[in-house]
């Protein structure tokens, strides 16, 4: 196909992709087409059925295409007089725009082929009085299409205010036409054409892609619940789709067993936050008004709610938000990397000074030895007693200043919105061992072993913020997979809907959800939204689960040949271990680091570090707009660009669940040969 439309490009040709059978007919590898040319977009003509029994199929394939996005100009058919199908079908699609066209039928046919052939002729000929008005309204919709497309740049900067963006230093905007799996369809105005161009939704659209754009899958699962209910309230309802996906969620997280609905992860941490201050203020016998902080580790991000702002240390996200108030102590992260090709844990200064070497770095003979504490916390006997002595010095010095301590709260293994940094879950795993162990005597003073009981908590509330990480984004379904332990309270959001719709979840535990349990209403947890647990988001995110476990658990998965690159060993990537070791020796670069579908690469910057740095700016540009050889025929005019956004001096590359090794291998080379120049 690519080769005939560059033949004919220069002649300004039509191009007509003719399919044979239904739209659900398979090609030949077993995918239907309706899915199958999808990737193309083309603008589609539906020929209908005018017979009897025609408007149910007709318009039957109509929706199915439509629900996948394809554009339908025209429906062609030919004129039943009995029947007048087209009738009815343009009734149901013109509201959309949608042309109906009815044709003759063919004459009889004549045994004569002399006679045959001329008779064909005379119909032919006649056909064109019912199909150049078809041909005209193609390009009247062609043309109105380009002449959208080559304006919504403007027309965006004019009205939109697009979220963590400085206006004022946009130079391009990314006109996304569609997407489908990994890949968007964009358009750009060059002098005086507007090209497509196809790019890698590297950030995987702010870390939501998990099976990727437009699976029909989840499509139909929204299409199923909106047309079962639309929305309706939940509060003292219940409805199946939520239930469903309560009690999924609930077979996974064997360790909780109450769900709370939102719809976005600022919000489920919100949530997450009320219920762990509740219960420490019952806890620990002070009032509900009482000033009460947060444990945390610093460089944490959890939302932008005023709450979990509140609950992140000083930062560039909240330091100009005049109602900040930090309520919280954070510790540092020690961190893991890879640099020339050796994986390490960098450890902060304030940490270091406990090691008896004194030492910053420590060194393992691969990322597998860091990452295996899941079933133990025995993994560096030295380095564990340093992060121990830390914390425990710290929350002595907090009892010492009266500061009432409600939750630990973390982002398990990945900060993300911080700069992608990986934290040693070593020293997460001890933090959450001594809060448990030792947190009621270090903090308050109290021995509370004689009141826990099965499925309690113990110190303070340990909180998990899962909604970059939870659901296999690291390859694992949940950051306990790592650490050998499960949160009091956890929150999921992102990749819980593969990307589809806005969804929420905080979870937690029986003794958690008692604390609001009572016989005066305001005693509830008063926190809720209007479309809380809506049926088409508790359906997409069932199905979510279900082909995500799905992948996790067959043998000879999409993911196989990804595990199979790690030798299976415990710790895997989408992205290549030679790659990352290329990288790692890079002189631009300061380390690398991945996991599951995320890639992190720190750029050395003697300027700024963290989110204010600007080092990674012309490398952003380059991915998104340069010209890479890297598509389906090596040259730069089937080239995929990369859609990357920064986090100051880190680039990160991020893929859907669902990718393959033939699209991350496009990544690589764009990311190389930019980094490498």
Known sequence: MLEYVRQQKKNGSYFFLETAGGIHSPVMSGTPQVDFYRPLRLPTLLVGD?????????????ESLYMRGYDIPSILLFNNPTYKNHVLIKERVEHNGVQVTTVPFPPEFIKDPVLEQASME???????????????ELDIKHQERFDRLETMAQKSRDVFWWPFTQHGLVDDVTVIDSAHQDYFTTYKKDNTEVKPQEMFDSCASWWTQGLGHANPDLTLSAAHAAGRYGHVIFPESTNEPALSLAEKVLERDNWASRVYFSDNGSSAMEIALKMAMSATAKRYDFSIKAPV??????????????????????????????????????????????????????????????????????????????????????????LNKVYGDYIRSELKSLKEQKRRI????????????????????????????????????????????????????????????????G???????????????????????????????????????????DVFVSKNKPDCLLHGHSYTAHPMGCAVAKTSIEKLDELAEKPNSA???????????????????????????????????????????????????????????????????????????????????????????????????????????????????????
């Open 122 to 136: 005379k119909y032919y000929a006649q056909l064109d009085e019912y199909l150049v008005p078809v041909i005209n």
């Open 50 to 62: 005018g017979n009897l029994g025609g408007i149910s199929t007709t318009l039957t394939s109509y």
């Open 471 to 513: 659901w296999y984004r690291l390859g694992r379904r949940s950051a306990s997979e790592f650490l050998g332990v499960n949160p009091d309270i956890t929150a999921y959001a992102k990749i819980l809907t593969g990307g589809l719709l806005p969804l929420a979840l905080t979870v937690t535990k029986e003794s958690i959800y």
């Open 293 to 382: 902080e947060v444990l945390g580790i610093d460089g944490s991000y959890h939302g932008d709610t005023i709450g979990t702002m509140d609950a992140c240390s000083p930062n560039v996200y909240n330091e100009q938000v005049q109602w900040y108030e930090p309520k919280g102590h954070w510790l540092q992260p020690p961190s893991v990397h890879i640099s020339q090709g050796r994986a390490y844990v960098r450890v902060p200064a304030e940490i270091a000074k406990y090691h008896p070497d004194k030492t910053n770095k420590v060194y393992y003979d691969s990322i597998d030895k860091i990452y295996s504490i899941d079933s133990s916390a025995d993994r560096d006997s030295v």
């Open 559 to 677: 993911w196989s040949p990804f595990k199979k690159s790690w030798k299976d060993n415990g710790i895997w990537s989408m992205w290549s271990p030679e790659m990352i070791n290329k990288f790692s020796h890079l002189k631009n670069v300061e380390s690398v680091m991945s996991m599951g579908s995320v890639l992190a690469v720190e750029l050395k910057d003697d300027q700024n570090s963290g989110y204010s740095s600007s080092v990674s700016k012309s490398v952003i540009k380059t991915l998104r707009h340069g010209a890479f050889k890297n598509g389906l025929d090596g040259q730069s005019e089937t080239g995929v660009n990369l859609f990357a956004r920064p986090l100051g001096n880190v680039i990160y590359l991020m893929t859907s669940q669902i990718t393959t090794p033939e699209r991350v291998r496009q990544c690589e080379e764009a990311l190389w040969e930019t980094l490498s120049k």
């Open 406 to 469: 409600g939750a630990l709260l973390m982002e398990p293994i990945l900060m993300g919105a911080g700069g992608m940094i990986f934290v040693d879950p070593l020293f997460q795993r001890t933090l959450i061992d001594i809060v448990r162990n030792e947190g009621s005597e270090l903090l308050y003073g109290v021995d509370d072993k004689t009141q826990m009981k099965d499925q309690t908590w113990k110190g303070v509330p340990v909180v998990f913020d899962e909604v970059f990480t």
